[in-house]
């Protein structure tokens, strides 16, 4: 196991690395002159004397590749900088995002897997019935709708139909009813892939020899179909798992942003609109590590789950 993890960690830095890189330069690509953008008055000019001493002491008349390893060199450390806007460490004003989609990601999963576990295994328990055929047009439903849309139906049924949720906000603490909009949203777009995968390694699980063995031996059906089909159908299902939840936590900007969720993703936009670089760089790093960590965990769950897979790594 611990040779696995090892091997897997080397292979995560030069991606990582890459990633750095990427990112470093797409704010060499955007148009316009930072400091000039970001001390540009309300009457549309900049003083040309305050913006040559703002750019001398953010480091910008250093050659690229200068202004990259000092980041990268402060990065490593933990020290992403200071906001332009607020002043504020980057990585604390992250951290303190990231609380909030943490808390809307696992939301999200779990009405996630409160839809698309029983939809996929009912489905392919009953495969060709007419449950199979609604759970599936709703799955296919479920990927085809736009986030933003299904956002707004939410909105327009809940909260001002019905009136009994809020349309947007975080409330006094990230109150649970503001919370259960943004994360239906999430989660049904979730459960409509997660679904679909389901009842495919559940299908196929369902056809071994394994189970033709276990019903001849008069198991109960039930024993059947969740001790031993269901067991072996959630190996394909944990990789899906995981790239939903690493989706989940990178924020949705577009979500976080309609329903005013101070998370991460909202983070980012508003930091892209008002040009604040050390933000935006902090947050695709940030994102880039919890992306990469979190595929390296259902890499080690899918090797403890597997044992071929184990197998195959000891040999």
């Not at 930072?34 to 003083?47: K, V």
């Not at 040559?52 to 450390?77: C, M, N, T």
């Amino acid at each position: 196991m611990l040779s696995f993890i090892l091997r897997r960690l080397l292979l995560l830095l030069p991606v990582l690395l890459l990633v750095s890189i990427i990112s470093f330069s797409l704010f060499y690509l955007a148009p316009g002159d930072p400091a000039e953008i970001l001390l540009t008055g309300p009457m549309g000019t900049a003083d040309p004397v305050t913006v040559q001493e703002f750019r001398h002491k953010a480091g910008f008349d250093d050659p690229p590749q200068i202004q990259y390893l000092r980041w990268l060199s402060r990065a490593v450390r933990g020290d992403l900088g200071h906001s332009y806007i607020t002043g504020e460490r980057v990585l604390d004003a992250i951290l303190h995002s990231f609380r909030s989609t943490l808390r809307l990601a696992l939301a999200s999963l779990i009405i996630s897997f409160m839809i698309s576990i029983p939809i996929g295994v009912l489905s392919a328990v009953k495969r060709g019935s007419m449950f199979d055929f609604l759970g599936m047009a709703l799955a296919l439903l479920g990927v085809s709708v736009p986030n933003f849309w299904l956002a707004y139906l939410l909105i327009i049924a809940f909260a001002l139909r019905l009136d009994i949720l809020p349309v947007a906000g975080y409330g006094l603490n990230g109150d649970f009813e503001h919370l259960i909009l943004p994360a239906m949203t999430l989660g049904i777009s979730a459960a409509a892939v997660t679904s679909r995968v389901m009842r495919t390694s559940m299908l196929e699980a369902l056809s071994q020899d394994y189970i033709l063995a276990a019903r001849a031996r008069g198991l109960h059906e039930r024993s059947v179909v969740l001790g031993h089909a269901l067991r072996n159908a959630l190996l394909p299902v944990i990789t899906v798992v995981g790239l939903n939840f690493t989706y989940l936590l990178n924020g949705s900007p577009v979500v976080e942003t309609i329903f005013a969720w101070p998370g991460i993703g909202n983070l980012m936009t508003y930091s892209i609109y008002d040009r604040d670089y050390p933000v935006i760089l902090g947050c695709m790093l940030f994102l880039a590590v919890l992306f990469l960590a979190l595929n390296l965990l259902v890499d080690i769950c899918y090797y403890y789950l597997n044992p071929r897979l184990r197998h195959e790594a000891e040999h």
